[in-house]
């Protein structure tokens, strides 16, 4: 057995990736990635185009040899049992491609018929709406019709495990919605689920708990909300008043930055939310203004996001290669601390 293997881990985990290594020539695309998955839970991999998410997917589902890891799939050995593994999985790529002509019907009883226990085509075509297009050519589906036999595709084998590879990348709102709907039920339904994304939003709805991939590194682990809750991204607030207030009074309270002012309206970060608020309301009681409005944002995953990341989703940084250093150029800052 691999020291890898012998590290301790949950044992309701239905995904255990330990010290995953992957590059393609000079690209370190996975560079010791660490991961669990427990039972029923909806695990987002989140980071930007290049990260290293979809090596990382397609290593544990065996579509890629990993240069070096452990992996584990619903207590399989996945690198030394591939074909278990295989058969308790099922996933979803960021396109599906089939044949032209070959119709969603004819897709799943051929998919089907290559596991031992599998779903009829009528029930999976009921399921993702797609029983009006049974018949149809898979080059006449539009693109949210052919995610959703894709999803159908994985599901034909009742597998206990669903991963799906940025499902919503490049669908209209209105296809990315149904997919999250459908998504959101493989949860109620009690499926596992390990999905990548680089969509905060997808994430923050879908997600039980996150791990943030950057550089082919985990930098932070947890659930949303715990994953904004240890930031050090600053909160901010928004103010209205009945009478005008000057901005040289407001950048005097602890812990306020990005400060913008007009006559009646403020905003600002602050790094003392607590400490701030009640300066504020001591100082517009001794300036006898009366507040009108006040709204206070904690900081968002997207602020998380650029926090440890240095990086906004929309602007990916280079691939990182071997000849980088082996650190990232920014050292990475953890929200909730991982084991990498
Ligand atoms: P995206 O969101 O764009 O799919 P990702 O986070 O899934 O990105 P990967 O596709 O895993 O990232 O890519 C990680 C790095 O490895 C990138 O720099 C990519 O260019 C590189 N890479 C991925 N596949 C190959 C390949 N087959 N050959 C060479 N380099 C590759």
């Not at 119709?103 to 399921?127: K, M, V």
């Not at 009074?249 to 309206?265: A, K, M, Y």
Request: with cysteine.
């Amino acid at each position: 057995m691999s020291r890898e293997a012998q590290l301790p881990h949950n044992t309701s985990a239905q995904v255990v990736v330990r010290d995953l290594q992957k590059h393609y020539g000079g690209i370190q695309a996975a560079r010791g990635v660490s991961l669990e998955v427990e039972q029923g839970e909806t695990f987002g991999l989140l980071g930007p185009n290049g990260a290293g998410k979809t090596t990382t997917l397609e290593c544990i589902i065996g579509l890629r040899e990993p240069d070096e890891g452990y992996i584990e799939v619903c207590g399989v050995d996945a690198r030394r049992r591939p074909r278990d593994a295989k058969q308790k999985i099922g996933a979803v790529l960021q396109t599906t491609a089939l044949q032209d002509k070959i119709t969603p019907h004819e897709a799943l009883q051929l998919f089907g018929s290559l596991y031992r226990g599998r779903i009829e085509p009528g029930p999976l075509l009921e399921q993702f709406g797609l029983t009006g297009k049974a018949d149809a050519a898979f080059d006449t589906l539009s693109r949210g019709q052919q995610q959703r036999l894709g999803l159908a595709l994985a599901f034909v084998n009742k597998p206990e495990l669903l991963f799906l590879d940025e499902p919503t990348t490049g669908l209209d709102p209105q296809s990315r919605r149904e997919l999250h709907t459908m998504i959101a039920r493989m949860k109620q339904d009690g499926h596992t689920v390990l999905l990548t994304t680089h969509y905060i939003d997808e994430a923050e709805q879908l997600c039980d708990r996150l791990a943030i991939i950057d550089h082919g590194r985990i930098i932070a682990e947890g659930t949303p909300r715990e994953l904004i809750a240890h930031s050090t991204a600053a909160t901010s607030i928004a103010l209205e008043t009945v009478q005008a207030i000057e901005a040289t009074w407001l950048e005097q309270l602890s812990g306020v930055h990005d400060l913008t002012c007009e006559p009646t309206r403020a905003r600002f970060r602050s790094t003392d939310i607590a400490r701030t608020l009640a300066e504020l309301m001591e100082l517009l009681n001794a300036r006898q203004v009366e507040l009108a409005a006040l709204h206070v944002q904690k900081a968002t995953l997207e602020d998380v996001f650029l926090e440890l990341t240095g990086t906004s989703l929309d602007n990916p940084g280079e691939p990182e290669t071997d000849a980088s250093p082996s650190a990232p150029s920014r050292p990475p800052r953890r929200g909730v601390p991982t084991e990498n």
